[in-house]
């Protein structure tokens, strides 16, 4: 039996040293493999790294929003946190809905964007996970959360782009009134009724 497994083993020793190509053709898709699962690798350790990143920076952000709203007795001056951690876009859109506002004598807000709420109260946000991320040309990424108040909940969720070296919130979605704050803005922005 030994002396068959230590031919066999010869056997097959000779047959790589005999056809060079096939050890060639060999070491090439190994390293082909190698390379493509190395690839994969660092892309998924990226993305892991990115989605705590994203994630970590929405928790902070919210953190704040919850201290301010509890220092405030549960209302808060919003256009300060959307300056603060709102993209560009949203804030040229957001003094275009305030401008509209001011030329039509209407109120566009029924919510609040921050706090998910319609009144002013204490709330906290649990929850966070990133459910959407991409990091191609256009970093964007998308973070799940809860809003909690007195006796209510209500799912919601923000966009982020990647702007000026930071992940910044770009839209608001309260999934419990399946609002996209964005749209309804864009919404609101092209009523032509509004200036009759």
Known sequence: MILMSAIALVMVSCQ???????????????GMDTVTVSD??????????????????????????KSLYMAHGGVMENEILDRCYCSKSWNKLLMAVRKREHQTNTLFFDIDHWSMTRKPGMVTFDEFEVFSLNLGEEMTASVTFTVYEDDTYTPAYVDL????????????????????????????LNDESMLM
């Open 161 to 188: 782009v990647f702007e000026d070296g930071r992940w910044v919130i770009d839209n608001f979605h309260d999934m419990k009134y399946m609002q996209d704050a964005r749209q309804s803005m864009e919404r609101y």
């Open 40 to 65: 994969t690798l660092n892309t998924e350790v990226k993305m892991k790294m990115e989605a705590a990143v994203v994630k970590d920076r929405v928790e902070g952000i919210y953190k704040i929003v």
């Open 16 to 30: 790589s040293e005999s056809n060079p190509q096939a050890q060639s053709l060999s070491n090439e898709l190994l």
